[in-house]
Every structure is written in C-alpha cells, then in structure tokens.
C-alpha cells in the first residue's frame, strides 16, 4: 500500500516562510495527482493545493493563492508546498494526500478529500502572530 510520510512542520513566523515534503513510498505509480489539506483543531479538513502527475496542473484555494506553491521533485515521488507570507491562519496540522482517480467515475476537481485514496499521518505548522 501507498505510504506518505510528511516533514518539514514547525514553528514560523508571521510574514516567514515554511517549507514542507511529503514522501511516498509503495505502489506510488498508481498515484495521479497529491495534494495538501490542513486541519486546525475543531475545525473541517480544508483544501490547501494539489498537483497532477499528468501535465502538472496546479490548484489553490483561494486562502493560499499567491502565497503557497505546490510542486513535484524531478524523477521523485516526493511533493513539496513552499508556504510564503505566513499568517496565524495558516496554523493548522497539514497531511499529505493521494488520488488514483479510480475511486469513483466523473469528473475530478482535486480539493475535495473523498477524492483522495491515501493520507499521511499529518504534520504541525504553527505561525505565530
């Protein structure tokens, strides 16, 4: 089975920069597309930024646009989310996702969490104000 493994979560400062990984390892070829949710204590699972592995189309909610870039290691099944100009807001544990684009038959949209087959265990970002 696909494992994800986060890193890079710490402590940053509002107005700083983060940089986090998500490392995969198994079948990762059956993988089409991954992506960044965040989760901050009593709140809903949120979409950050995903990327497919097929033309590398990228997408952002609204809240990280222009702030956070998602991208993919070269020849590595590795994924990464800059996260500049950091806010309080941005506090939240943030996992790692993957989509076969099996699960279901439609259309994909990418910032929905059923439409991803495998999660990572998550890793904490805490911005301070």
């Known amino acids: 089975q696909v494992q994800l493994v986060e890193s890079g979560g710490g402590l940053g400062q509002t107005g700083g920069s983060l940089r986090l990984s998500c490392a995969a390892s198994?079948?990762?070829?059956?993988?089409?597309?991954m992506a960044w949710f965040r989760q901050a204590p009593g709140n809903e699972r949120e979409f950050v930024a995903a990327?497919?592995?097929?033309?590398?189309?990228?997408y952002y909610a609204d809240s990280v646009k222009g702030r956070f870039t998602i991208s993919r290691e070269n020849a590595r099944n590795t994924i990464n989310l800059q996260m500049n100009s950091l806010i309080p807001e941005d506090t939240a544990v943030y996992y790692c996702?993957?989509?076969?684009?099996?699960?279901?038959?439609?259309?994909?949209?990418?910032?929905?969490?059923?439409?991803?087959?495998?999660w990572g265990q998550g890793t904490q970002v805490t911005v301070s104000s």
């Open positions: 996702a993957a989509a076969s684009l099996t699960i279901y038959s439609g259309a994909y949209y990418f910032d929905k969490a059923y439409e991803y087959d495998y």
């Open positions: 198994g079948p990762i070829f059956t993988a089409q597309a």
């Open positions: 990327i497919t592995f097929t033309g590398g189309a990228t």
